[in-house]
Every structure is written in C-alpha cells, then in structure tokens.
C-alpha cells in the first residue's frame, strides 16, 4: 500500500507497550504484584484498562466491517457489547468482588466448595479464552498484511510473541497501565480520523449513503476477490467468483450485489421486518441475548474485579467503565457508514473487515495527512490486538498455571503464559478465513450459557448446588460449544439450522438456566452447609466488617 | 429527658454498664447520657452483628432481606432495559413505518442502536449504582441502628 508511516506507527506502539510492561515489571516483585496488581490499581485506571483490555479487534475492527457489510441489524453488536457491563453491574460487580474470587474457578470454590466444579470452570475458561484470543490474532495478522502487505502469519505470530513475553515478564501489573494506556490511545485512534472524515464528507457535498441506485465507484478500482461469492450485476447479470479472480471497474460502475450482504439499500438501511424475516429476528435476538450476559463471563473481564478494594469500588468501576466503552462505540458506526460511500470494494472482496483501516487513505486521498491518520488507525487497531490479547492470556495462564499445574509461583506462571500463548498462535495460522466478530459472537455465546447462568444464580440463588451447576453449565455451555464447532468446522448450512448454530444464545442460554434450577432442585441434599454465611458474605457492604 | 431516665429504661438490666459514676457535685445529666449511649448503641450493634455471623434466625432475615432488595432492584431496571432496548426489534419487525422515520436526516433506528441506546445505558447504570448503594446504607443503618 506503500504509506511510509504506517510501519513506524506499529512499531511505537509494541515498543510503548513492551516500554510500559518493563517499567512495570521494576514494580512488580512477589507473586501477589504479579497476578493482581497488589489491589492497589485506582478505580480510574482500573476502568480505562478495563475498557482498553474489553475493546478488541473486534471492536475496533470487526463492527465497522459488519456495519457495512449488513447494516442496522448489527448495530446491536456494539450496543450488545456495552450493554454486557450494565448487566455485569446489576447482577455480579459488587457480590462477586465481596465473595475475593480471583477467576471463575475460584468463584466455584468459594461458593459452592467443589474441587470438581473448579475443574469443569477451568476447561470453560479455557476453551472461552482461546476463543477469543484466535480472532484478535487473525485480525492482526488481516491488519498487517492490508497496510504493509506483509503476509498474513507475519502479524499473527508478531502479536503472538510481542504478548506472550510481555505478560510472562510483567505480569497484570504491568497490564494495568498497559491497558489503561490503550483504551485512550484506541479511542484517539478512531475518533480523530472519524472527525476528518465526516468534514471531507461534508466537502464532497454529502454524497448520499443510500443512492436510489445502489453504491457505486466513486474511482476506478481494480478488485481482487478473496472469498468465493456470486455477484449479481445491476443489468441481471449472474457471475461466480473465486479467490483471485481480478474485476475491474469505472468510476461511478454501479457494485454488484454479492451474496450475502445487504447490499441493497433498504435491507441495509431498515431493521429486520416480521413475516418475510423471522430468522434475521430471531438471530437478533440471540445476539443481544449473547452480548448481554456473555460479558460476565468473560474470563479476562472478571479478574479485573478482584483489583478493586471494595463492593462499592467495583461497582463505581464498572459504571465508568460502561460509559467509557459506550462513548467508544459512537465511533465505528461513522466508518461502517462512510465505507457504504468510500470504500464499496470491500463488499466485492469480502474484506469488510479492513474498512477501518483502508477508509481514511480511500476518503481523504494519498496526502501525508491522510496517510498520518491511517497510520494512527493502524496504531489503534495493533493497540487494540495487543491489550485483548494481554488480558486473555493474563487470565488464560492464571487459570492454567493455578488450576492445571497446579503451582502459585511466577517460574511456574511463565511456564502456563508460553503454554497459553502458543495454542491459538498455531490456530491462527490454520484459520485466516473467519470472520473476526463472528467467532468473538460465538465466544460471548459460550460464556453466556455456561458462566452467566453460574454467577447469577451462585450471587442470587441459595438453592444452587455444585451439581447442578455442573450439569447446567456442562448441558448448556456444551450446546453452546457444540454450535461454534459445528459454525467453525463443520458443513455449511442453510436456513434455520444455521441461524440456530450462528446464533446459539437464544436456545441454550434459557436451557442452561433451566437444568441448572432442575439439577438443583432435585439434589437439594447437596445445599452447602455454608450458604448463609457466604451470602453473607456476598452481599453485606464492607464498611460492617462482619 | 434526662440521662437517669435513659438508663432506667425498663428491660435493659445489661445496660446498666459500669459506669465512673459522677458524684452528685458534678452535673450528672451531661457524663451520663454520653457514656451510656456509646455503650449502649455499641452492644447493640455488636448484637445483631453475631446475629447476623452466628445464622440465627433474626441474623438470616435480615440478610435475605437485603439480598431481595438488591435483587429487586437489579430485576426492575433490567426490566426497564428489556422493554427499552429488547423491545426495538419487535416494534420495528411490527412497525416497518417507523424504520422508515427520519430525524435530521437519519433514520430512526440508526439513532436510537447507534446514538441513544448508550446514554440510555449509563443513565440506568448510574441509577442503580445510586439506588444499591442507597440499598446498603439502609442495611447498615439498620444493624448499627440501637433498639428502641
């Protein structure tokens, strides 16, 4: 793509990050700096790392993408996506700080005093966390060979590396203000540009998003497919595409409409309507579900928590947080939006992902301007790898190094940190055909059916026993997994088979509920003796130091 | 009221806590008052407290109770989230018309997910904050409250 200061922008950001880790590591000294930042983190900082670890690849990335891709109906992604700390602050913020879990597992033990539920929460954690940290690696490795046109495992296992060792070396200390500085520097990085963007698309007099003729090339443009797709051209002409494939086309050429996409104006433009679209509506309706209450369980969301001093702290925090992530996501709507007028080749090559990172040079020119703000995009975007990937596998290596190896000591975390680092690092490189915010869906599915039904019911419900946690999360994470595996790998499908396999969450979030209340209720025998004084616990504010 | 009335109180023999007694040369009303109060409030409150750690009946009704408040209020404004955000796609999938609605030249939808839908979200983060916290204070006061 030949912008010279795209490079440089990348490098300054791993360097601030590594720079940033080092300069913690000095701080850190015994196990306990290492893990949780020896609680000693302000609930302002605490926030923006929250926020800086939450705001992912596919935050940055994948929801503009979607946007232009299918329009209004994914606008629920980011407001699912923010909404998910609401419902983490209604029900678990303040209890699950009381209760001093530190992850999940930790979370099982203390509530519900089984060894063996500690191991099932483990495995979930585990499976969640690679889930997600696939995807942030893939849209590294997508990042860096569209502004640098390096191949793609370059910026996979570039990331991979930077992020292993900076969290083998520094630990979550270093994280905090890691994280922290990167919630700012992500939110710069899209903000600045979108304000340049929207002043040149006031000086192109405004073109309209939604032309009655369909998008067209505002330039000619040559364009090289990379998934297999069949366009269907304005004059009723039918052509399939495979990779490779060159099409060129003219200034002002109408875009063929591409399966599917919501090309077309008004599918793009309107939300899902009853009667002709019951799948798009239920698929909504699943993802808000996912979002929602996916959040919670989140592995590297949680362990934030345990860095508050207190229930209230925890619960002020994650108020901040809800409204940092929320600004945040004004943003990638404008570049979903203006990528519809800018960028319409995406639609054709299947990168929507990329409109984020292409859009300032494709709107603005080739000027050094244009092309100082797409580097700062591409800052934002390595920025945004990096602090999810951090947190991931912070959390990841915590889970393994206690509960797999069994041993507290930071030899012993390093080890857990490698181990947790190189699984989705060799995933990565065998999976470049996904679709970033999708396998992040499904992601929130799995930890929708499996740890939210656990927390809200282990917070709110003395009746929980340990098997029936087990067999909710077992039945109701299992269906949920079941569904990514079959999206992931298995045969592609067609009507509501694959609405209800891409979109899980409306079915087996209400069914993990359900054979948790049942199994529980059924084994009431198995009530731990100590549920009054854990309740106690859980919600009695500290200041009564019982 | 004076402070011999107050540590008359019938009922209360274990209030009758040892104290420097002042000589009738000194103002009673003033000594008295003070130090029995402190020690009565003190006792009392370390009373409910062991009847809140021991699991006695009094202890578990007051704990459940402000797990059901909290709950409550958790459940309510989840609610009011459900029918504000949960209920757009159904009223857009019954009412296409309203999808069809501008505002400044912008589409109702686009406004309300992309715009609205986070300031909606802060607004009731931030009562609930207020509110459970409110919730806690009322549990506090309740058990440092002394028995009248």
Not at chain 1, 65 to 74: C, F, H, S
Not at chain 2, 15 to 30: D, F, M
């Amino acid at each position: 793509m030949g912008n010279p200061y795209v490079v440089p922008a990348i490098v300054a950001v791993t360097l601030v990050t590594v720079g940033i880790g080092f300069y913690g590591l000095r701080l850190a000294r015994t196990t306990s700096d290492f893990l949780v930042a020896s609680r000693a983190v302000s609930p302002t900082w605490n926030a923006a790392a929250i926020g800086g670890e939450y705001l992912s690849a596919a935050s940055f990335l994948g929801v503009a993408g979607l946007i232009l891709k299918y329009g209004v109906d994914v606008l629920w992604y980011p407001v699912g996506f923010a909404a998910g700390y609401l419902a983490l602050l209604l029900f678990v913020a303040a209890p699950l700080r009381r209760s001093g879990a530190f992850t999940l597992p930790d979370f099982c033990e203390v509530r519900l005093g089984s060894r063996r539920l500690r191991k099932l929460a483990t495995v979930f954690v585990i499976f969640i966390g690679w889930l997600y940290l696939v995807p942030q690696l893939q849209g590294a490795g997508l990042t860096l060979s569209t502004v640098a046109g390096s191949p793609y495992p370059v910026g996979a296992l570039l990331v991979a590396v930077v992020v292993t060792a900076n969290v083998a070396l520094g630990g979550m200390r270093a994280i905090t203000f890691v994280q922290a500085f990167q919630y700012w520097l992500k939110l710069t990085a899209l903000a600045v540009p979108a304000i340049f963007l929207a002043l040149q698309w006031q000086a192109d007099a405004r073109p309209a998003v939604t032309p009655p003729d369909g998008p067209a090339f505002r330039a000619a443009t040559t364009v090289v497919v990379e998934h297999r797709a069949t366009l269907t051209f304005p004059d009723g002409g039918v052509r399939e595409v495979r990779p490779g494939d060159r099409l060129d086309f003219a200034t002002g050429d109408p875009v063929p409409q591409v399966s599917g996409t919501a090309i077309d104006a008004t599918d793009w433009l309107l939300p899902a309507t009853a009667g002709k679209d019951d799948q798009g509506l239920f698929g909504t309706y699943s993802l808000i579900l996912a979002t929602f209450l996916g959040t919670m369980g989140l592995p590297h969301v949680l362990v934030r928590f345990y860095t508050n001093p207190d229930g209230a702290a925890a619960r002020r925090t994650t108020l901040v947080v809800l409204a940092l992530v929320g600004l945040f996501y004004l943003l990638p709507t404008i570049y979903g939006v203006l990528g519809r007028i800018y960028t319409p080749q995406l639609l054709v090559t299947g990168q929507t992902d990329a409109v984020v990172v292409l859009l300032p040079e494709a709107a603005l020119g080739h000027g050094p301007a244009a092309r100082l703000l797409a580097a700062l995009v591409a800052a934002g975007a390595f920025a945004a790898f990096l602090s999810t990937a951090s947190g991931l596998l912070t959390s990841v290596a915590g889970v393994i190094s206690t509960d797999v190896l069994g041993r507290g000591s930071v030899r012993g975390f390093q080890l857990a940190t490698v181990i947790a680092g190189g699984v989705p690092a060799v995933l990565a490189l065998n999976v470049s055909g996904l679709d970033v915010s999708e396998v992040v869906g499904l992601a929130f599915a799995v930890a929708a059916s499996s740890f939210c039904p656990l927390l809200v019911l282990g917070i709110w419900w003395r009746g929980l026993t340990d098997l029936g946690a087990a067999a909710g999360v077992l039945v109701g994470g299992g269906a949920a997994i079941g569904a990514v595996l079959l999206t992931v790998l298995g045969p592609p499908l067609t009507g509501w088979p694959a609405t209800l396999t891409t979109q899980p969450a409306a079915w087996t979030v209400p069914l993990a509920f359900t054979v948790m209340v049942a199994v529980s209720m059924a084994t009431r025998r198995r009530l731990p003796a100590d549920v009054g004084v854990t309740m106690l616990r859980l919600h009695t504010p500290e200041a009564l130091r019982l | 009221m004076t402070g011999a009335d107050k540590q008359g109180v019938p009922g209360r023999p274990a209030e009758a806590v040892p104290v420097p007694a002042p000589r009738a040369a000194q103002p009673p009303r003033r000594t008295r008052i003070v130090l029995a109060e402190v020690s009565r409030s003190a006792s009392r409150a370390d009373r409910t407290r062991s009847e809140l750690t021991q699991q006695t009946r009094v202890g578990e009704a007051l704990v459940q109770g402000l797990v059901r408040a909290q709950l409550a209020l958790a459940l309510r404004l989840s609610l009011l989230v459900l029918i504000g955000l949960g209920g757009l796609p159904w009223l857009f999938a019954i009412a296409p018309a309203l999808g069809r609605t501008t505002v400044l030249g912008i589409n109702l939808p686009w406004l309300l997910l992309g715009v609205a839908a986070f300031p909606f979200l802060i607004g009731v983060g931030w009562a609930y904050v207020r509110l459970a916290e409110r919730n806690e204070q009322d549990f506090t006061d309740l058990v440092q409250r002394p028995e009248h």
